[in-house]
DNA sequence: TCTAAGATGGCA
DNA sequence: GCCATCTTAGAA
């Protein structure tokens, strides 16, 4: 009833989430990642590339087993799965699907409404893509592992809006980038032409 | 306990 | 094309 003339973001609920990762993923390009810093400063970016990784695929992280690290992948939908890679990156995953299923969507590049003040100046014209890439976006978010297995909503550190229905993306499927076992399933999705693409 | 490999990115 | 860097998981 009230507001309801006020334009207001479409909050991405968990049970939107609670569904297989490869039909997730390709509905989350398009969406706005909102990151709210502890001082309420808010960065937000358009989602534009992202991956899936779900059971019986060989390049998921919960492929095996539970473990300490990817416990959050088995947890309900709508929770964040942080981790780090190579030591020195860290990667953002939506948890998808129901509790106790291990699947994630990464969320592999951003295109950031603005850029902020911590962006050396240096980046010049290659400010588009400082969050292009799943290490890129968490450096420039600053997400790290306490943001690891966190609820996604308004108030939180981080929380997902839903793309304008009017906005239909121009979607590219293909197969994922960097590795060895799973190479072959066709679950990366990036937006059509978009500079800040990881890799086109 | 030991070790190979990794959902990366920057630089030559 | 190469490699820094270090955690993790699986093997022994």
Redesign the pocket.
């Known amino acids: 009833m009230m507001n309801f003339h006020l334009p207001s973001a479409q909050i991405v609920e968990p049970n939107w989430l609670a569904r297989l990762s490869p039909e997730v993923a390709p509905d989350l390009v398009g969406c706005i990642l909102v990151r709210q810093f502890s001082d309420g400063t808010l960065l937000r970016g358009m989602i534009v590339e992202t991956?899936a990784?779900g059971p019986n695929d060989p390049?998921?992280?919960a492929y095996?087993?539970r473990?300490?690290?990817?416990g959050a992948?088995f947890g309900p939908a709508g929770r964040t799965?942080v981790y780090?890679?190579?030591?020195?990156?860290y990667?953002l995953?939506i948890v998808t699907d129901q509790e106790d299923i291990g699947s994630?969507v990464?969320i592999r590049a951003l295109q950031l409404q603005s850029i902020p003040s911590w962006v050396e100046p240096h980046e010049g014209a290659k400010q588009h893509r400082v969050a292009a890439?799943?290490?890129?976006l968490c450096k420039v978010l600053q997400i790290n592992l306490t943001l690891n297995d966190q609820v996604l909503q308004p108030g939180q550190p981080l929380w997902l809006e839903h793309r304008p229905p009017q906005f239909i993306p121009n979607l590219i499927q293909t197969t994922?980038?960097?590795?060895?076992?799973g190479a072959d399933l066709p679950w990366r999705w990036y937006l059509k032409d978009c500079s800040a693409v990881?890799k086109v």
């Not at 473990?67 to 990817?70: D, E, H």
């Open positions: 991956e990784y390049a998921c992280h095996r087993r473990t300490q690290r990817n992948m799965y780090l890679i190579y030591g020195v990156y990667c995953n994630a990464l890439g799943p290490g890129k994922r980038i960097g590795l060895s076992k990881s």
